[in-house]
């Protein structure tokens, strides 16, 4: 099972039902919602880029959480401080959100948003290339949606000429196993 996989790699692969973000093209998604949320994802993407903590923080409810796919979580203070202290050049990066699932109920909307940015900045820390899928959830605060939660479901990076990828478990399907999956870039 997951030959193909293995063969990527070449090596051993974890059985999963993911595949490589990479790979697979991001549709967004059809919702009214849409324009507004694409908004603020563009918002928050030149927050970050600028390093901006003030206006990374602006986006977020005051109980905003971050979940990685270890389960390990982050307040907003803590990831605009993280964010802002990145030792890198921002001018040299890319990044492109596509929103490809959006439901919405009374003031709150679940997102799943897949992220893509390269580089050509070579910093033995920064990937040369990063493809995440979260779920998000958005509230309405009066007119304004701001991101309550964040939670990184698939995470793949090239860095240094290898390739790896991370699913999180899935506790609806506990034949999705977590993965890990390292191997060549190419």
Request: aromatic share 6%; glycine share 6%; hydrophobic share 40%.
């Amino acid at each position: 099972m997951f030959a193909w996989l293995r063969r990527l790699f070449g090596g051993a692969a974890t059985a999963s039902k993911s595949v490589l973000l990479s790979k697979t093209p991001a549709r967004p998604a059809d919702h009214d919602l849409r324009p507004v949320l694409d908004e603020r994802y563009l918002a928050m993407r030149h927050a970050m880029a600028a390093g901006d903590r003030d206006a990374i923080l602006a986006l977020l409810t005051g109980d905003f959480v971050s979940e990685d796919l270890d389960g390990r979580t982050r307040t907003g203070l803590g990831m605009a401080d993280a964010v802002a202290a990145l030792d890198i050049d921002r001018s040299q990066r890319t990044a492109v959100t596509t929103l490809t699932f959006i439901a919405v109920e009374g003031d709150e909307a679940v997102v799943r948003q897949r992220y893509q940015m390269t580089t050509t900045e070579r910093n033995p820390y920064l990937p040369e290339a990063l493809w995440t899928q979260s779920c998000d959830r958005w509230r309405r605060v009066g007119d304004t949606w701001l991101l309550a939660r964040s939670t990184t479901e698939k995470r793949e990076i090239v860095k240094n000429g290898r390739r790896r990828f991370e699913a999180r478990p899935d506790p609806a399907d506990p034949s999705i196993v977590s993965i890990g999956i390292e191997g060549p870039a190419g």
